[in-house]
């Protein structure tokens, strides 16, 4: 922390009653101990609804979607010489490994704080993460990671049931579960293929919009690729008809 007088923190953003609470606590609790130390923190949650966007938690808080672009102009205006990933769940560490690689940290001179981008997308991604613990003979079970129910049928016999199936880059652990037969296995991946399918889909209806250059709601004039409206608050991926 050693010539660090300005954090950003990556907050917990949208939680549902019971799920997630975690990231908030200790998000908290960093925002705490951050002050204690003299270091002025700058939070960015959307969700008014949680501990560490009360008042007298954080020095700044923006309440704003956990994006690559909002962080990115929050970075440009507020200059931090620091950025905490690990306190936002999934979202908050996409959106950081995606600064690093493009490389809008090392342009603001912005630091990683605690857990490195490098050892987060290593603990994303399962394949290199088994690889990892093999370089230190750390036993593991045996998996593999696979890109189709093909290959997965192949992998989940050569293994023999019962299997556990895990989905990578999920938020929560979603689509993950224990199979005890073929066609427990074949319906839970069938149910990940399909959510990714879903979330694809709804990535080709956000693309349409990206064109807009005036808010529908107020006027307001937008940056190409803006799907939030700072002047009404309007979400221009769903609330704007």
Do not use: W
Not at 98 to 111: A, K, S
Not at 115 to 125: G, R
């Amino acid at each position: 922390m050693e010539n660090c007088k300005k954090v950003i923190l990556l907050g917990s953003g949208a939680l549902k009653i019971g799920q997630a609470g975690e990231f908030d606590y200790s998000g908290s609790q960093a925002l705490k101990a951050m002050r204690e130390e003299g270091i002025e923190t700058v939070l960015i949650n959307p969700n008014i609804a949680t501990i560490q966007t009360s008042e007298g938690v954080a020095d700044r808080v923006y309440f704003l979607p956990v994006t690559p672009y909002f962080v990115t102009e929050i970075i440009k205006k507020e200059r931090p010489d620091g950025i905490l990933l690990a306190f936002g769940g999934q979202t908050a560490l996409n959106c950081g490994t995606e600064l690093y690689l493009n490389g809008t940290l090392e342009q603001y001179g912005v630091r990683v704080l605690g857990t490195s981008v490098e050892a987060i997308m290593i603990t994303e991604d399962r394949d290199l993460f088994v690889k990892k613990l093999d370089e230190i003979e750390a036993k593991t079970p045996v998996s593999q990671a696979v890109e189709s129910l093909e290959d997965a049928l192949e992998v989940a016999h050569r293994i023999g049931f019962p299997v556990m199936v895990r989905s990578a880059y999920a938020l929560g652990g979603l689509g993950s579960g224990v199979c005890s037969n073929e066609k427990e296995f074949i319906e839970l991946c069938e149910a990940i293929s399909e959510r990714e399918d879903s979330i694809c889909k709804a990535k080709e209806e956000i693309a349409k919009l990206k064109g807009l250059e005036v808010c529908p709601r107020c006027d307001a004039r937008l940056e190409a690729g803006v799907n939030f409206c700072p002047k009404c608050g309007a979400n221009l991926d769903g609330d704007v008809q």
